[in-house]
């Protein structure tokens, strides 16, 4: 079921991606090779796609070949999403919470890292709602205990959105 899920993600980004204007790019996608940024994403083995929200946090998706696929949300964004979501920076807690895509909702268990103000998931179940309701257009609601509620607005998708879901071979369309 979430390969399907994640193979309609990809057809559901191409069709958006045909009817979105190019203003609407806000997503920014990465590929690398190691550690490097890649020049052909043909070639990378690991991809980011970032975007700060409307109301100032940010959403970081990495897809890996060999370790699959996480969800990070930038709480109190620096100056780049994807260094930030990605470098650890002291210690890391457990921090459950509630996350909610339109009509679907989930209580899901992240690792809270202070320092760095993100929350990461590797809840491939999480992930695909959230990339589902980022290319719907749809608000994501979060609910961490000890924390502020967020409700998050993003970008429309665009070109970068396709390239990630095409390019992740979790997505299947590798």
Known sequence: MIKSTIASIAMVSIAGALSATASADDWDMRAYTGAEIATDSEAANSWTLSATSAQGPGLVFVCTENSGMRGAVVYEPDEDLVDQALFSRGWTANKTGNVTVGDWSMEDRWVHQR???TLTTSNRSTIVAMLNG???GENIALDFHRMDP????????GDAFTSFVQSCPITGRR
């Open 115 to 117: 320092r760095a103000n």
């Open 134 to 136: 980022v290319n719907r």
């Open 150 to 157: 967020m409700t998050l607005t993003f970008p429309e998708t």
